[in-house]
């Protein structure tokens, strides 16, 4: 923390704060039948990707997952424009077209959610590649969660990572739980970062509530990347609030369970930090609170008002068309 400047030290707290204030606000919105689809939210877990993504650069990429909100705010999305995005409204990242689970923001170097389990980190290699043969010194990222550690699409992107030796981190958030099956039971093997060493690159694992823990690890993994050692693997470990979709009842944990999932707090527990240390105020950390707040009630409100694509574009964005 100590290395931090003040300003970053603000904008981890707003990144995470707004990642908690929108999810929050999804599942209202949700609720309220304002959201086409399904919603997967990343509540609890706003910590990784704001860690993972903190030192990264507009021209650094990320492949997301279906949990996806989190990190394209993480990446610095705008608020209004994801709010529209999932609305389904024309005004939206994607003009609408999108939606929830096909965010995609290449200006933010956020290169799309992805409803495939397992679909980013053969993107990942990919763009990975592109950045070690044009020599640019960015790197890409894949998330995936503990589920989408077990999908081939992950191993073989995993070993061609080590055996191109391009700049490719594999962030594996595990939230305890794929779907509605635990961990424990679907991970063959010990440890997830044990398997992705097993490929020949460094793997470590830390605790996703813990910002300044996820941010010190992708530092060391961003070092080797940028410097031409290759890839590595982060597995975060998180604790997932609600459900694996908006609405899921949970039948599957116990109310001890969900508490403790609570008690891991990554904004009390960055909130805490920095005061103590004498960094940040807490009227400092309330004030960006309330700043988001009033950013995303104006991006709801514009956002249930404003019209869906023209009938005429449905065949517009389909195909790529930029080469
Ligand atoms: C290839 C593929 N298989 C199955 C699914 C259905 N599915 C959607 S999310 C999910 C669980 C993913 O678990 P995890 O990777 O741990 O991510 P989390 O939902 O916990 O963030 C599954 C099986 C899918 N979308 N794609
Ligand atoms: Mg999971």
């Known amino acids: 923390m ?4 003040e300003y970053d030290l603000k904008r981890a707290f707003r990144r995470m704060s707004a990642i908690r204030q929108f999810e929050e606000r999804v599942e209202k919105e949700f609720a309220l039948g304002n959201i086409p689809g399904f919603a997967h939210v990343y509540l609890g877990q706003e910590a990784s990707g704001v860690g ?3 030192d990264l650069t507009n021209d650094d990429w990320i492949g997301s997952t279906h949990r996806g909100h989190g990190h394209c705010l993480a990446k610095g999305c705008d608020i209004t424009g994801m709010m529209f995005e999932i609305m389904g409204k024309a005004g939206g990242l994607c ?3 999108g939606g929830s689970m096909h965010i995609a923001d290449f200006d933010r170097g956020m290169l799309g959610a992805n409803a495939i389990v397992g679909g980013s980190p053969p993107i990942a290699v990919g763009a990975a590649l592109t950045q ?3 020599r640019t010194g960015h790197v890409a990222v894949a998330f995936g969660g503990d589920g989408s550690s077990n999908q081939g699409t992950t191993f073989e992107a995993m070993n061609m990572a080590v055996v191109l030796k391009v700049p490719a981190i594999f962030v594996i958030e595990d939230n305890g739980y794929g779907e509605h099956t635990g961990v424990d039971y679907a991970v063959g ?5 044990d398997r992705a060493a097993a490929f020949g690159m460094p793997a470590e ?4 509530a813990d910002f ?13 990347a940028r410097g031409g050692s290759g890839p590595a693997t982060i597995v975060t470990e998180c604790p997932r609030y609600l459900g694996h979709f908006v609405g899921d009842p949970q039948p599957y944990r116990t109310e001890k369970e969900l508490a403790d999932a609570r008690a891991r707090d990554a904004l009390k527990n960055f909130r805490a930090r ?20 009033a950013e995303i009630d104006q991006a709801v409100t514009a956002a249930v008002q404003a019209p869906f694509p023209d009938i005429d574009e449905l065949e517009t964005d389909v195909y790529a068309s930029a080469y």
């Open 132 to 134: 070690k043969l044009r």
């Open 189 to 193: 093997a010990e440890s997830i970062a």
């Open 95 to 97: 003009r609408g077209k």
């Open 274 to 293: 920095v005061t103590e240390a004498q960094r940040l105020k807490d009227a400092d950390l309330d004030g960006i609170e309330a700043e988001l707040a």
């Open 2 to 5: 100590h290395e931090m400047s």
């Open 212 to 224: 300044f823990a996820v941010h010190a690890a992708m530092a060391r993994a961003l070092d080797g």
């Open 205 to 208: 694992t830390v605790d996703g």
């Open 52 to 54: 993972i993504c903190h």
